[in-house]
């Protein structure tokens, strides 16, 4: 099994939008060393990497199977629990589902999360101190 470790990202939807439309603006480039997966809360970052679903991973990484068939047998799991848990892990950016030969074969893209997390002033804080949070690195 080939590691590969992804630095992964907490950040609200609207500053998620904000940033991307900055992007696409050309008003904000990326650094190198930012997530690469985003999650709009803790809650969501922690149901996606459950330790069920990072047994999952465990098993794509290192089965490597052909099919969603095949990792059924090989996790017990039921085809539609599969995929529904796949395709919110593929929306996140974890894994990749191939199509091939009328045959879908997940793909693990990560087999390690780095976590990085700002701390922003809230509005209330902003207002008694009449400062802005900084948007470094949004």
């Known amino acids: 099994m080939k590691k590969r470790v992804v630095k992964i990202g907490v950040m609200s939807k609207d ?3 904000e940033r991307t439309l900055a ?11 930012e ?3 985003w999650f709009e809360s803790m809650q969501s ?10 047994e999952l991973l465990r098993i794509i990484a290192e089965k490597e199977p052909a099919s969603m068939k095949e990792l059924a047998q090989l996790t017990g799991r039921k085809n539609s629990n599969l995929s529904r848990t796949l395709k919110t ?7 990749e589902l191939k199509k091939e030969n009328r045959e879908v074969r997940p ?3 990560a087999t390690g999360f780095r ?5 922003r002033a809230h509005a209330r804080d902003r207002t008694r101190t009449g400062t802005e949070p900084s948007s470094e690195g949004f």
């Open 23 to 33: 992007i696409a603006r050309g008003e904000y480039v990326p650094k190198p060393g």
């Open 89 to 95: 892990m593929e929306r996140a950016g974890v894994v």
């Open 35 to 37: 997530p690469k997966i």
């Open 15 to 17: 500053k998620y939008r």
């Open 115 to 119: 976590l990085e997390i700002g701390i």
């Open 45 to 54: 970052m922690a149901q996606v990497l459950s330790e069920d679903n990072q």
């Open 107 to 109: 793909v693990v893209k």
